[in-house]
T-cell receptor
Framework: DGGITQSPKYLFRKEGQNVTLSCEQN?????MYWYRQDPGQGLRLIYY???????QKGDIAEGYSVSREKKESFPLTVTSAQKNPTAFYLC???????????FGSGTRLTVV | QQQVKQSPQSLIVQKGGISIINCAYE??????FPWYQQFPGKGPALLIA?????SEKKEGRFTISFNKSAKQFSLHIMDSQPGDSATYFC??????????????FGKGTKLSVKP
């Protein structure tokens, strides 16, 4: 089945450590997105990429980094510079010429 | 101008009742208005979407009403069921590609349908 796989589902890290969240899609979608979800805050865009080897900052990019070396993969690194990293992180993708997003099941990151 | 304002933040409805969630926008360039449904611990899934050339779209028990002049759109869930209990997000975007293709999301409405 085609879809977006986010791993791991739950992630615990100590404060000050960098952590990388995985996002892989087999939908052959061109665009990929990372959102952060906090209670009552909706979905806030962190980074997005429309083609391989290119990505743009979203509304809350500070403290995060991404790469897009392959069409299928768009990993997100939460760095120690992110002041409040505990959140639910969602990856999404969209084919060229379409409006609709497909979301993964998310990764819940807890920093202690 | 890029915001989408969603209300209410939470909603409790009795089984069989009608759930209504409203969204408003300012950017008249928006031309795609989807609603997403999210269950706890899952990613959002597209529920229904509308383009501004129609005033209403219905899919089963779910209906989007769109008022272009008021820059508002709403989701109506008829005969609400406990299985509809979830968080609902409205969103809007312009165009297919480029940064305009990015969806702008409302803050969500947590719907609880009581048996």
């Amino acid at each position: 089945d085609g879809g977006i796989t986010q791993s791991p589902k739950y992630l615990f890290r100590k404060e000050g450590q960098n952590v990388t969240l995985s996002c892989e899609q087999n939908l052959n979608h061109d665009a990929m997105y990372w959102y952060r979800q906090d209670p009552g805050q909706g979905l806030r865009l962190i980074y997005y990429s429309q083609i391989v080897n290119d990505f743009q900052k979203g509304d809350i990019a500070e403290g995060y980094s991404v790469s897009r070396e392959k069409k299928e993969s768009f990993p997100l690194t939460v760095t120690s510079a992110q002041k409040n990293p505990t959140a639910f992180y969602l990856c999404a993708s969209k084919p060229e010429g379409s409006y609709g997003y497909t979301f993964g099941s998310g990764t819940r990151l807890t920093v202690v | 101008q890029q915001q989408v304002k969603q209300s209410p933040q939470s909603l409790i409805v009795q089984k069989g009742g009608i759930s209504i969630i409203n969204c408003a926008y300012e950017n008249t360039a928006f031309d795609y208005f989807p609603w997403y449904q999210q269950f706890p611990g899952k990613g959002p899934a597209l529920l229904i979407a509308i383009r501004p050339d129609v005033s209403e779209k219905k899919e089963g028990r779910f209906t989007i009403s769109f008022n272009k002049s008021a820059k508002q759109f709403s989701l109506h869930i008829m005969d609400s069921q406990p299985g509809d209990s979830a968080t609902y997000f409205c969103a809007a975007s312009t165009g297919y590609g480029g940064s305009q293709g990015n969806l702008i999301f409302g803050k969500g409405t947590k719907l609880s349908v009581k048996p």
